[in-house]
């Protein structure tokens, strides 16, 4: 096929074709993981869409075919009333873009494919909540509207999603159907092209323009679209969603982190609104499901030789596996995951070296409040990413660009969406009253190199104001933001920088002895003495 390929241990291609998150299913599948059965569009696709402005030729039979497969893989019907089939479809640039693009969830959930899950599995309010929040993602896509105000997906302050699903979808189709001038149509293949389109769209959006100006990405590499058969977090109470680091990402610890919710769709631990759990407490409720990320993770590490990151879902007690990518750490965790990798043995001193880069060491000596000292601290939360910000508080992404014309601000949300961009991007720090070390705002922050505190308790957010502990600061006051200790304070209190550990001291030992230069110089030159010879090394080879 021109512009599909079925995903299997088979499949060829590199990433700037498949895209990265199919690329990575390939991998997994390679590892003998369990992986949905699912297919790719191609980054050419979109380019071809792009320059025509409506998908390429010939797509929608090829669609039609990779469809037959997924079916044949899950006896199941797209579209069908009875085993119904349903699809997520998600973009997939060959770079990494946390967030800055479109998802369409329980593509395929017509109506009448909505009553056969209801019948199939004996429960009306999972069949309506699931298609619910089809509908919701899909109006976000072809909108471009946030899908967690009226019409989001259920159980996140939607237009009476909890309380009344069926009447939410009412309402939810009708407000698409004004917005668009069409009604959403009830045949999975026109919904399919629909939400494939409305993926490569949101590859020239002003949120994902502005993340590849920020990371100098090109603008001309267009995305893939990987559409996977759905498993749901939401099943029953055997079921739910996570993610995972193999070792902790803030310090590289050698140990799992994440996050998880039980009940629920990956889509809600990724967002920030709903309040997660710690990994851990996996490994109690589903202690089978947990041994299975634990020897995933063991897989896939050992594949990279380095850190990882995965998505999963489980559904009725089963695990999935939906991403993976490696950690890709900075400061002292990389220093920490290089140094121990090569006590290890699994890499080489020489390989550590390359691996951590002169400005991951101008980040290992991470500042933070001090501890002996007096800051007046508002609020913790979870230290999303590692350092000190000072800034004016800012409510919206309007305010934060506005106001970081005069000096640094610090963006303060209820949570982050894609939609705020401008904002992240003008932000010295951010805090955000919901979310994990999984949300939307961490992922961006780690992402940027930005210091930032999420799931703050009790933190309102205003017009021009917040609200936290029972005091009220107004848009512009100074705060201090510790994404190390999770905390923010009033004003500018004492910062203090942590003193180097014996991971550091043991990478720069290795730096010295490969440069053999031991004269008194800065951690950074030390690095880049090594580096440089190893480079030398490289092209003679």
Known sequence: MRWVRPLSAGTRGTARTLGAKAHGLVLLHRLGLRVPPAFVVTTRACRAFLREGRLPEGLDGELAAAVGGLQ???????????????????????????????????????????????????????????????????????????????????????????????????ALQDRIRRRLGRPVPDEAAAQLELAVGAVFSSWGSPRARA?????????????????????????????????????H???????????????????????????????????????AVWAGLLDALGRIEGHYRD?????????????????????????AAAVRVAAELADEGVIGRREALLRVSPHHLRHVRTP????????????????????????????????????????????????????????LAAAAGIVTAHGGPASHAAVVARAMGKPAVVGVAGLSVGAASVEVGGRTLAEGDCVTVDGTGGEVALGRPRVVATAADEHLHRLLAWADDVSGDRSGRDEAGRLEAAHAVLGRGRRRG
Not at 259 to 279: I, N
Not at 318 to 330: A, D, I
Request: glycine share 16%.
């Open 307 to 331: 850190a990882c990151y995965v998505e999963f879902t489980f559904q009725s007690g089963e695990l999935w596996l939906l991403q993976v990518r490696p950690g890709r750490f900075v400061g």
């Open 249 to 287: 990402p803030d310090t590289g610890a050698n140990a799992p982190f994440g996050e998880v919710l039980f009940g629920r769709q990956g889509d809600d631990v990724v967002s920030g609104k709903a309040a997660t759990r710690p990994l851990r407490e996996l490994a109690d409720r589903h202690p």
């Open 368 to 423: 933070r409040l001090d501890p002996a000292g007096e800051a007046d601290v508002l609020a913790r939360g979870v230290g999303a990413c590692p350092g000190i910000a000072v800034g004016g508080v800012a409510t919206t992404s309007e305010a934060a660009v506005r106001m970081a014309a005069d000096g640094p601000v610090v963006l303060v949300r209820p949570e982050t969406s894609p939609h705020d961009m401008r904002g």
């Open 72 to 170: 044949t893989a899950t006896g199941r019907r797209f579209g069908g009333p009875r085993l119904p089939l349903a699809v997520s479809v998600r973009s997939g640039a060959g770079v990494s873009m946390p967030g800055m693009m479109d998802t369409v969830l329980n593509l395929g959930l017509t109506e009448g494919a909505a009553a056969g899950l209801a019948a199939e599995t004996g429960d009306p309010r999972f069949a309506l909540d699931s298609r619910l929040r089809f509908l919701s993602t899909l109006a976000s896509a072809l909108t471009g509207a946030d899908g967690g105000g009226p019409g989001g997906a259920p159980g996140q302050g939607d237009a009476g999603g909890e309380s009344d699903p069926a009447g939410a979808i009412a």
């Open 211 to 247: 993340y590849r100006d920020l990371h100098g990405i090109p603008h001309d590499l267009g995305t893939a679209v990987v559409v996977q058969a759905m498993v749901f977090g939401n099943r029953d109470g055997l079921s739910g969603s996570g993610v995972a680091f193999s070792r």
